[in-house]
């Protein structure tokens, strides 16, 4: 079955320190990994999105890395700011005739000055 | 600017009631889909729009419909509004000949169900 499965399902970290958030997926086949910033009460905004042959990608302070072998990616911020504080959500899209999204339930960040 | 638009962000019905949700794009993309999120929940694809070709998911209850009257315009119709059906309900719409499959978001309406 596809799963996409992130961790830790919720995070404190204080203003300026870096955290590391994990994206693990059984999705096969496979055809891209994208990681969405989504904040309280808002939708869903795209931050980076890689396909098999990428293995890291910036976005400013945003860093996604994937290992299509392990089938692992992790979301990196680097000096996170108050206005980190959000969901980060893990798609994985499947490479199969339907091309289905399957959503991680996500990353609840939250950011102390 | 272009954006996904939905309104209202805020929606109140009565258990029973019908409801219209709606969701405007100025970005002409060919793709619209709908999505429910329960809280701390990823969200989950109702049902979706290829240009006029509707296209359901195999479990969403056939209290959730959807009409699509242009390229511009999408609604969620739910017949019968249970307590079950509060969510955040998001709309995203992309466009599946430029090559990338990214899904803009709107910023949802939130609907509870007295």
């Known amino acids: 079955k596809n799963q996409v499965e992130q961790s830790p399902q919720s995070l404190i970290i204080l203003e300026g320190k870096n955290c590391t958030l994990q994206?693990?997926?059984?999705?096969?086949?496979?055809?891209?990994l994208r990681w969405y910033k989504q904040d309280t009460g808002r939708g869903p905004v795209s931050l980076t999105i890689m396909t098999f042959s990428e293995n890291t990608k910036s976005n400013g302070r945003y860093t996604a890395t994937l290992d299509a072998d392990t089938k692992q990616s992790s979301l990196h911020i680097t000096a996170s700011q108050l206005s980190d504080s959000a969901s980060y959500i893990c798609v994985v899209r499947d490479g199969g005739s339907q091309g289905n999204l399957i959503f991680g339930k996500g990353t609840k960040l939250s950011v102390k000055p | 600017d272009a954006m996904v638009i939905q309104n209202p962000r805020y929606q109140v019905t009565q258990f029973g009631k019908p409801v219209t949700l709606s969701c405007s794009q100025t970005l002409n993309h060919n793709v619209m889909y709908w999505y429910q999120q329960k809280s701390s929940q990823a969200p989950k694809l109702l049902f979706h729009y290829y240009d006029k070709d509707f296209n359901n998911e195999a479990d969403t209850p056939d209290n959730f419909q959807s009409r699509r009257p242009n390229t511009s315009f999408c609604f969620l119709d739910i017949r019968s509004p249970g307590l079950g059906d509060a969510a955040m309900y998001l709309c995203?719409?992309?466009?599946?000949?430029?090559?990338?499959?990214?899904?803009?978001f709107g910023p949802g309406t939130r609907l509870t169900v007295l």
């Open positions: 994206c693990n997926y059984t999705v096969s086949p496979f055809s891209n």
């Open positions: 995203a719409t992309s466009h599946l000949s430029l090559g990338t499959d990214t899904q803009y």
